[in-house]
């Protein structure tokens, strides 16, 4: 079985539900994922947006998570078990979606990493480029899902 990463709420590929976005709720979406790596110790997590005006925007960072976690719910509430990370928002946890109006659609995404260890190392609120640079000495698999949204 391939490693692959699902969210529910919307398809991949598929429009965001406005409930996970800055214009709902800002709720992140329950990610559920299957078929990692045997080796596996923990996950970490990245969503972002390419799409965004200047540089790509960083929405949720998650490491830490236990290799026997396969799933985050849809909750404001901080997965205990994992550590967070500061977004583009200036704040640790989710960030959903919030494109410029009329700006067009933005892509979005998911992406989950398997890793040979299981602690990265670093610190609750630790930014992405301390983050990437764990993922590129422990990352052994990588899948993704991916979803847009449009502001009007």
């Known amino acids: 079985m391939p490693f692959r990463l699902t969210v529910e709420g919307f398809s991949e590929g598929a429009d965001i539900p406005r409930r996970f976005t800055c214009d709902?709720?800002?709720?992140?979406?329950?990610l559920h994922w299957e078929g990692e790596p045997s080796q596996t110790k923990s996950f970490a997590l990245i969503m972002d947006d390419p799409d965004a005006p200047g540089r790509t925007w960083n929405h949720w960072l998650v490491w830490d998570i236990p290799?026997?976690?396969h799933s985050l719910p849809e909750s404001r509430e901080r997965a205990s078990l994992a550590k967070s990370g500061t977004n583009d928002f200036g704040r640790s946890g989710y960030g959903g979606p919030c494109p410029p109006k009329g700006g067009g659609a933005h892509r979005y995404f998911f992406r989950l990493f398997a890793l040979d260890i299981a602690t990265v190392g670093l610190p609750e609120?630790?930014?992405r480029p301390a983050l990437e640079k764990a993922l590129q000495r422990?990352?052994?698999?990588?899948?993704?899902?991916?979803?847009?949204?449009?502001?009007?």
Do not use: S
């Open 24 to 30: 709902g709720q800002d709720l992140p979406p329950a």
């Open 67 to 69: 290799a026997q976690v």
């Open 125 to 127: 609120g630790a930014r």
């Open 138 to 152: 422990h990352a052994i698999a990588e899948t993704e899902f991916m979803g847009r949204y449009e502001r009007r």
